[in-house]
């Protein structure tokens, strides 16, 4: 697993994962549910990010049918279930059971030798820092349960 420094960057949670260059789908979506500005924000906020290969996985037309505007609540609660508050590094997810998730769901939290996974999706890279919170990829899209 790659991390980084948890030092604080001149960068915002935004621009941080665009910078990385694995999160463009993320990016994409967080567009589409109108939550950029909240994630340019003050924050602090702690968001497992999936990467570009974890939206791959989705079922095919899912991530499309998701973006449409129709489905925004949807989309708000699917990145909302990525999304903790305040400032978390990877060192201490790894000693939770579960994340309370800005959706209001719980997201169970598992410490496997040094590898770190929420609700089953593995962190690749942890600890990526940003001026208003830190980022974690993960390798899969967490789909909440209905509410």
């Known amino acids: 697993m790659n991390t980084t420094t948890n030092v ?3 960068q915002n949670l935004m621009d941080a994962a665009a910078a990385n260059g694995s999160f463009k789908t993320f990016g994409k979506a967080v567009e589409h549910a109108g939550l950029s500005d909240t994630f340019r924000g ?3 906020f ?3 990010a999936p990467t570009d290969a974890a939206f791959e996985k989705l079922p095919a037309g899912k991530l499309d049918n998701l973006l449409k505007p129709e489905n925004k609540e949807e989309l708000v609660s699917l990145l909302n279930y990525h999304v903790v508050n305040g ?3 990877l060192a201490d997810v790894g000693k939770w059971e579960n994340a309370r998730t800005v959706n209001g769901q719980q997201a169970p939290v598992k410490l496997t030798g040094d ?3 929420i609700d089953g999706a ?3 890279t942890g600890d990526i820092s940003s001026s208003n919170g830190v980022i974690h990829g993960i390798d899969k899209v967490n789909i909440p349960t209905k509410q």
């Open 8 to 10: 604080p960057s001149n």
């Open 42 to 44: 003050v924050g602090p």
């Open 46 to 48: 702690t968001i497992f």
């Open 87 to 89: 400032r978390k590094p």
């Open 115 to 117: 590898k770190v996974s």
């Open 122 to 124: 593995m962190v690749t």
